[in-house]
């Protein structure tokens, strides 16, 4: 191949034999092996319901079927239609995102949700451009939801196309960089059935996904089989080609769980604009160089809600890993010795009671602390 790794490619895929394949035989192979899913399901009129479509996509972007699927389902079962979405709260579009990750992609959703309500009748819109306009939607969402409702002619590539194509072409370029991914979409546009683009888009995702995985591929399953490269290489795992990324960053973090006689705990919200924003969190934050968790924990409190506490027991340690960051979580029963809280970024701050903290949505790690602490108030106590 030229140096880029996908100089020959484009012409490649215009050959008899690998345009059979991918317009073929690879279709076909999906329609024997594709997995249920309640999003494929067809409705009253044989189509797909492009709203259930679109919070599939954005669901299973950096999340594995099996982990959205109960989701999914809980999810079009509170809001079944993209009206009922619009018209709910952000708290509780969030809590029942609880634990998906990503929460700009729920936040995003139920604002375009609102855009759709309101300058589109309800009716999520099957133009290109106007889809593209609605807060959250980018390149592969657009081409994901618009084939796959709409059979728009518009290719995907996500992380299985990706490995698929890389593969069948042996491409040795980057995977990572821009350059390379603006090509591969180049090749897969080319590749594409433009008659029923929806399928033809699932049949490689499904591919990527139970066949041509990252590891142990099945290639003797494989309906590309006689036409991949990297197979007749014999080693499939080589590609797709990756530069190595940086090391990953880790952060001790000290949070505070103040008590009040009344057995609340305190808890504020974190700004929308921020990472896991929207989302409810006990208050604290990074431990300086020379600091103790306990007492970045003090500072942290009188910084952001102008308390001064008593740092008192630990109540958990949480190990936790984000995509791009690491952290370890510290988190301490605080007693109120002064002032009242009141958040410096101007966000709701709430005693709650430890029964109800299950009512709001928090990120995982927070989540485990609510597990020690309500462990701890479970506790059978020495007379």
Same mark, same amino acid.
Not at 3 to 24: I, N, S
Not at 116 to 137: I, K, N, T, Y
């Given at each position: ?30 329609d024997e092996a594709r997995r249920p899913m309640p999003w494929r399901e067809p409705g009253p009129d044989g189509r797909r319901d492009p709203y259930r479509v679109w919070v599939s996509e954005v669901m299973l972007q950096q999340t594995r079927v099996e982990t959205a699927t109960p989701y999914f389902r809980r999810f ?46 309800? $009716?999520?819109?099957? !133009? #290109?451009? +106007? ?11 657009? =081409?994901? @939801? *618009? ?20 593969? $069948?072409?042996?491409? !040795? #370029?980057? +995977? ?11 090749? =897969?546009? @080319? *590749? ?25 591929? #099945? ?165």
């Amino acid at each position: 191949m030229a140096d880029d790794g996908l100089g020959d490619a484009l012409d490649e895929a215009t050959q008899p034999a690998v345009r059979t394949a991918f317009q073929t035989a690879l279709p076909a192979w999906f329609d024997e092996a594709r997995r249920p899913m309640p999003w494929r399901e067809p409705g009253p009129d044989g189509r797909r319901d492009p709203y259930r479509v679109w919070v599939s996509e954005v669901m299973l972007q950096q999340t594995r079927v099996e982990t959205a699927t109960p989701y999914f389902r809980r999810f079009t079962e509170r809001f079944p239609t993209v009206r009922d979405l619009a018209e709910a709260g952000q708290d509780e579009v969030l809590k029942l995102w609880e634990g998906l990750g990503y929460y700009s992609r729920a936040r995003n959703l139920h604002r375009a949700a609102q855009q759709v309500v309101a300058e589109h009748g309800g $009716v999520v819109p099957s !133009d #290109a451009e +106007a889809f593209r306009a609605l807060p959250g939607v980018g390149p592969y969402t657009a =081409a994901a @939801v *618009l084939s796959l409702a709409f059979d728009a002619p518009l290719a995907v590539l996500d992380g299985n196309v990706i490995r698929v194509l890389t593969r $069948v072409f042996a491409v !040795d #370029a980057d +995977a990572r960089s821009s350059r390379t991914r603006r090509r591969l979409q180049e090749l =897969a546009d @080319v *590749l594409l059935d433009s008659e029923r683009p929806g399928r033809w888009n699932e049949s490689v995702m499904e591919l990527g996904a139970t066949v041509c995985t990252p590891r142990s591929p #099945a290639c003797p399953r494989c309906p590309l089989n006689g036409v991949c490269q990297a197979t007749a290489l014999g080693d499939p795992e080589a590609f797709p080609v990756v530069s190595k990324r940086a090391p990953v960053p880790h952060h001790t973090i000290a949070v505070g769980l103040v008590i009040d006689g009344a057995s609340r705990v305190l808890i504020q919200r974190r700004p929308d604009d921020a990472m896991l924003g929207g989302l409810w969190e006990f208050p604290g934050g990074k431990v300086e160089e020379g600091e103790t968790p306990g007492e970045a924990c003090a500072r942290e409190l009188r910084e952001e809600l102008a308390i001064e506490v008593e740092v008192g027991a630990p109540i958990a340690r949480v190990d936790h890993a984000y995509s791009h960051f690491r952290i370890t979580m510290h988190a301490f029963r605080c007693r109120l010795v002064a002032g009242e809280p009141l958040s410096d970024a101007g966000e709701p701050v709430e005693w709650v009671s430890i029964d109800a903290l299950d009512d709001y949505a928090f990120p995982r790690a927070n989540r485990r602390v609510i597990e020690a602490l309500i462990d701890e108030a479970r506790a059978p106590r020495l007379l």
